[in-house]
């Protein structure tokens, strides 16, 4: 494996493309929520891991085992049972509008992507997910700061920043964007591209899960089918890395 020793120079040109479709993928996302419903939306993005899957199988040659693809579509189909079967007991509408659903299929895409750049990056160019991170952190937040204040007022921005306002921002940008960007490049560097990609799965389950704790929301039979699904299929898909994993440490313990 080619390995970046500290003496190499960092490229912007290697990196800046990749962490340019990460501000694509967040833009795009919300600008389709806009325009489409929260369960098109969710439904559209439970896509990733297999678009990720067939980009990595094609463009990186990554080995995508029968196995592992069983354990995405079962996985796949965990998501859709929790996601699509309480709207269909209800009687609510899925399908969202036709513009909006394409805005969220780029940018699935444009995730995916993202997730094989970042991959190509780590184990081919040497980086780190450190570095790929704050790479990407820096580019979003110059590239949406300049938008808002050009389609922003002033005295529409500055109340963000005051109480409560202040936390809440802190918490999306420390907890949910920094931490869970470099959780998820660590993943790719240690596992794969499409391995990492599973995690889009869990975004569901463990919504519903602390909506039951916080919110007191009741527990339902799809949601148990579903997540039984969902965690079914990545032990199916991850199974033998993992194990692969314990037995590399329990032999450097011993």
């Keep these: 494996k080619h390995i970046r020793s500290s003496k190499q120079r960092l490229s912007i040109k290697?990196?800046?493309?990749?962490?340019?479709?990460?501000?694509?993928n967040v833009a795009l996302f919300y600008f389709g929520?806009?325009?489409?419903?929260?369960?098109?939306?969710?439904?559209?993005?439970?896509?990733?891991?297999?678009?990720?899957?067939?980009?990595?199988?094609?463009?990186?040659?990554?080995i995508v085992s029968g196995k592992k693809i069983a354990g995405i579509i079962l996985g796949f189909i965990g998501v859709m049972t929790i996601l699509v079967l309480p709207l269909f007991e209800r009687g609510e509408a899925i399908t969202g509008e036709i513009g909006g659903n394409l805005l969220i299929v780029i940018a699935?895409?444009?995730?995916?992507?993202?997730?094989?750049?970042?991959?190509?990056?780590?184990?081919?160019?040497?980086?780190?997910?450190l570095v790929i991170t704050s790479i990407s952190i820096f580019t979003s937040?110059?590239?949406?700061?300049?938008?808002?204040?050009v389609f922003f007022p002033m005295d529409y921005i500055s109340p963000l920043f005051v109480g409560n306002n202040l936390i809440l921002i802190l918490h999306l940008s420390l907890m949910v964007t920094v931490t869970t960007l470099l959780l998820y490049q660590w993943a790719?560097?240690?596992?794969?591209?499409?391995?990492?990609s599973l995690s889009n799965y869990l975004q569901?389950?463990?919504?519903?899960?602390?909506?039951?704790?916080?919110?007191?929301?009741?527990?339902?039979?799809?949601?148990?089918i579903g997540s039984g699904g969902v965690f079914l299929g990545i032990f199916l898909a991850t199974g033998t890395q993992l194990k692969q994993h314990l037995t590399k440490w329990y032999h450097r313990k011993k």
């Design 33 to 62: 929520l806009t325009r489409t419903t929260n369960n098109a939306s969710a439904t559209i993005y439970a896509s990733v891991p297999l678009i990720t899957a067939i980009l990595a199988q094609h463009t990186l040659k990554e």
């Design 108 to 129: 699935s895409f444009t995730w995916a992507f993202y997730t094989v750049g970042s991959r190509h990056l780590i184990t081919n160019k040497g980086y780190s997910p």
């Design 188 to 196: 790719i560097k240690h596992s794969s591209a499409a391995t990492a």
């Design 204 to 224: 569901p389950v463990f919504s519903i899960l602390l909506g039951i704790v916080i919110l007191s929301e009741p527990i339902t039979g799809g949601f148990l």
């Design 141 to 149: 937040a110059l590239v949406f700061a300049v938008f808002t204040l």
């Design 14 to 24: 290697e990196i800046l493309p990749i962490a340019l479709l990460s501000t694509t």
